[in-house]
Protein backbone atom coordinates (compact mmCIF):
# COMPACT_ATOMS: atom_id res chain seq x y z
CA UNK A 1 0.00 0.00 0.00
CA UNK A 2 2.99 2.25 0.79
CA UNK A 3 3.76 2.22 -2.92
CA UNK A 4 -0.12 3.45 -3.39
CA UNK A 5 0.57 6.72 -0.92
CA UNK A 6 4.23 7.20 -2.64
CA UNK A 7 2.91 7.05 -6.48
CA UNK A 8 -0.58 9.89 -5.05
CA UNK A 9 1.84 11.55 -3.38
CA UNK A 10 -0.83 11.02 -0.51
CA UNK A 11 0.88 11.19 3.37
CA UNK A 12 0.61 7.71 5.78
CA UNK A 13 0.14 8.45 8.82
CA UNK A 14 2.90 7.42 10.59
CA UNK A 15 4.69 10.01 8.49
CA UNK A 16 2.22 12.52 9.78
CA UNK A 17 3.23 12.54 13.39
CA UNK A 18 4.99 15.07 15.50
CA UNK A 19 4.21 17.42 18.05
CA UNK A 20 1.23 19.51 17.83
CA UNK A 21 -0.38 21.42 20.46
CA UNK A 22 -1.50 19.55 23.56
CA UNK A 23 -3.74 20.66 25.84
CA UNK A 24 -7.69 20.19 26.69
CA UNK A 25 -8.00 24.06 26.73
CA UNK A 26 -6.23 26.96 24.84
CA UNK A 27 -6.32 30.51 23.58
CA UNK A 28 -8.35 30.91 20.60
CA UNK A 29 -7.53 33.99 18.11
CA UNK A 30 -9.61 34.39 15.43
CA UNK A 31 -8.10 35.16 11.90
CA UNK A 32 -5.98 37.65 10.95
CA UNK A 33 -5.94 38.25 6.86
CA UNK A 34 -3.01 40.10 6.37
CA UNK A 35 0.38 38.25 6.93
CA UNK A 36 2.44 40.97 7.32
CA UNK A 37 0.71 42.31 10.13
CA UNK A 38 0.59 38.82 11.47
CA UNK A 39 4.28 38.19 11.21
CA UNK A 40 5.24 41.37 12.52
CA UNK A 41 3.17 40.82 15.27
CA UNK A 42 4.26 36.86 16.37
CA UNK A 43 7.36 38.34 18.63
CA UNK A 44 5.07 40.07 20.98
CA UNK A 45 3.31 36.40 21.45
CA UNK A 46 5.99 34.26 21.22
CA UNK A 47 9.54 33.71 23.68
CA UNK A 48 12.97 34.08 22.31
CA UNK A 49 14.60 31.12 20.84
CA UNK A 50 11.05 30.15 19.30
CA UNK A 51 10.62 28.54 15.66
CA UNK A 52 8.43 29.28 13.03
CA UNK A 53 7.28 26.34 11.18
CA UNK A 54 5.75 27.12 7.70
CA UNK A 55 3.73 24.18 5.57
CA UNK A 56 3.34 24.95 1.87
CA UNK A 57 4.51 28.11 0.83
CA UNK A 58 3.41 29.15 -2.18
CA UNK A 59 5.20 31.54 -3.99
CA UNK A 60 9.18 31.07 -4.83
CA UNK A 61 10.71 33.99 -3.28
CA UNK A 62 9.10 33.02 0.05
CA UNK A 63 10.38 29.68 -0.11
CA UNK A 64 14.16 30.83 -1.21
CA UNK A 65 14.09 33.41 2.00
CA UNK A 66 12.43 30.99 4.57
CA UNK A 67 15.43 28.00 3.08
CA UNK A 68 18.33 30.29 3.66
CA UNK A 69 17.39 30.54 7.35
CA UNK A 70 16.61 26.96 8.58
CA UNK A 71 16.52 26.31 12.10
CA UNK A 72 19.15 24.44 13.78
CA UNK A 73 17.85 21.12 15.29
CA UNK A 74 14.14 21.70 13.74
CA UNK A 75 11.37 19.18 15.90
CA UNK A 76 9.01 17.00 13.76
CA UNK A 77 5.91 18.96 13.47
CA UNK A 78 2.97 16.71 12.96
CA UNK A 79 1.93 17.70 9.17
CA UNK A 80 -1.40 19.43 8.68
CA UNK A 81 -1.93 18.52 4.65
CA UNK A 82 -2.20 14.30 3.89
CA UNK A 83 -2.48 15.30 0.26
CA UNK A 84 -0.22 16.23 -1.63
CA UNK A 85 2.34 15.39 0.06
CA UNK A 86 3.21 18.79 1.80
CA UNK A 87 7.11 21.03 2.12
CA UNK A 88 7.51 22.39 5.29
CA UNK A 89 10.12 24.58 6.60
CA UNK A 90 11.56 26.16 9.99
CA UNK A 91 12.99 29.42 10.23
CA UNK A 92 13.93 30.97 13.62
CA UNK A 93 11.41 33.42 15.00
CA UNK A 94 13.33 36.35 15.52
CA UNK A 95 12.41 40.00 15.20
CA UNK A 96 14.75 40.10 11.84
CA UNK A 97 13.52 37.20 10.37
CA UNK A 98 9.83 38.22 10.83
CA UNK A 99 10.36 41.29 9.77
CA UNK A 100 12.41 41.00 6.70
CA UNK A 101 9.66 37.75 5.71
CA UNK A 102 6.73 40.34 5.99
CA UNK A 103 8.51 43.24 4.06
CA UNK A 104 8.71 40.22 1.31
CA UNK A 105 5.64 39.31 1.37
CA UNK A 106 4.32 43.28 1.15
CA UNK A 107 7.14 43.77 -1.47
CA UNK A 108 5.91 40.46 -3.75
CA UNK A 109 2.52 40.94 -3.18
CA UNK A 110 1.87 37.40 -1.42
CA UNK A 111 -1.52 36.91 -1.12
CA UNK A 112 -1.32 33.78 0.95
CA UNK A 113 1.69 32.93 2.75
CA UNK A 114 1.25 29.45 3.34
CA UNK A 115 -1.42 26.65 4.39
CA UNK A 116 -0.46 25.94 7.72
CA UNK A 117 1.66 27.95 10.88
CA UNK A 118 2.96 26.83 13.76
CA UNK A 119 5.43 28.36 16.10
CA UNK A 120 7.09 26.27 19.06
CA UNK A 121 9.58 26.77 21.83
CA UNK A 122 11.38 23.91 23.23
CA UNK A 123 9.88 21.10 21.47
CA UNK A 124 6.15 22.15 22.19
CA UNK A 125 3.85 23.54 20.13
CA UNK A 126 2.64 27.32 21.14
CA UNK A 127 0.61 28.40 18.25
CA UNK A 128 -1.51 26.03 15.54
CA UNK A 129 -2.75 27.71 12.97
CA UNK A 130 -4.28 25.32 9.96
CA UNK A 131 -5.37 27.13 6.69
CA UNK A 132 -3.91 30.14 8.00
CA UNK A 133 -5.65 33.56 6.74
CA UNK A 134 -8.47 31.94 5.95
CA UNK A 135 -11.35 31.63 8.22
CA UNK A 136 -10.23 29.13 10.78
CA UNK A 137 -8.59 30.75 13.92
CA UNK A 138 -5.58 30.33 15.52
CA UNK A 139 -5.40 28.25 18.87
CA UNK A 140 -2.34 29.49 20.69
CA UNK A 141 -0.77 26.77 24.29
CA UNK A 142 -2.66 28.02 27.71
CA UNK A 143 1.16 28.26 28.34
CA UNK A 144 1.34 31.56 26.78
CA UNK A 145 -0.02 34.08 29.19
CA UNK A 146 -2.80 35.96 28.48
CA UNK A 147 -1.13 39.74 28.25
CA UNK A 148 0.66 38.32 25.54
CA UNK A 149 -1.89 36.98 23.79
CA UNK A 150 -3.56 40.17 24.53
CA UNK A 151 -0.94 42.50 23.19
CA UNK A 152 -0.72 39.94 20.26
CA UNK A 153 -4.60 40.43 19.20
CA UNK A 154 -4.89 44.04 19.50
CA UNK A 155 -2.03 44.28 17.26
CA UNK A 156 -3.66 42.17 15.17
CA UNK A 157 -6.94 43.34 15.42
CA UNK A 158 -8.41 40.18 16.29
CA UNK A 159 -10.21 38.98 19.35
CA UNK A 160 -9.25 36.00 21.25
CA UNK A 161 -11.19 34.13 24.13
CA UNK A 162 -10.25 30.93 26.10
CA UNK A 163 -11.62 27.55 24.82
CA UNK A 164 -12.21 23.82 26.12
CA UNK A 165 -10.49 21.14 23.00
CA UNK A 166 -13.38 19.95 20.94
CA UNK A 167 -11.75 16.60 19.51
Known amino acids: MNWLFRLLGYV ?27 LKSLPL ?19 DFVE ?11 LGTIW ?3 HWYHMP ?4 NVTELAELVDEHSVALLCIHIHAYHEGKVLLEWHDA ?22 ATGSSYSMEAHSG
Open 12 to 38: PSEERRGIRLESSRFWKVTSVRDAEVF
Open 45 to 63: LMPEGSVLYLEDLLESEVR
Open 68 to 78: ARPAPNPVKVA
Open 84 to 86: PRP
Open 93 to 96: LTQK
Open 133 to 154: FGKDPMLISPDVAEDKVKTFAA
